[in-house]
């Protein structure tokens, strides 16, 4: 059974920083690109982040480059996303999916909220 799960989340002021793990279980880790994905309340899931498997290409969002930073550790089934100089507009909850061939799995969600 693959399980994803998210932990990292929180509340911080604008400007602070966050990191976000997600750590995979029940499938071959290296095979997958991991994404990080959040929604925020009445806003459409938005893709910010992914990294291959192999190789460790990453992608970002234009909302997000050059403040997040997202990177894996294969020997952990762990995947990370640095979050600096946030700001109130990335409040959400964010998301880890896995994804290889057909497969898609997801975790549950942590919530970040960046307030004063």
């Known amino acids: 059974q693959v399980q994803l799960v998210e932990s990292g989340g929180g509340l911080v002021q604008p400007g602070g920083s966050l990191r976000l793990s997600c750590v995979a279980s029940?499938?071959?880790?290296?095979?997958?690109?991991m994404i990080w994905y959040r929604q925020a309340p009445g806003k459409e899931r938005e893709l910010i982040a992914s990294?291959?498997?192999?190789?460790?290409?990453?992608n970002y969002a234009d909302s997000v480059k050059g403040r997040f930073i997202i990177s894996r550790n294969n020997a952990k089934n762990t995947v990370y996303l640095q979050m600096n100089s946030l700001k109130s507009e990335d409040t959400a909850v964010y998301y880890c999916?896995?994804?290889?061939?057909?497969?898609?799995?997801w975790g549950q969600g942590t919530q970040v909220t960046v307030s004063s």
């Open positions: 999916s896995a994804r290889w061939r057909t497969a898609d799995y």
């Open positions: 029940g499938l071959i880790f290296g095979n997958y690109v």
């Open positions: 990294i291959a498997g192999i190789g460790g290409f990453t």
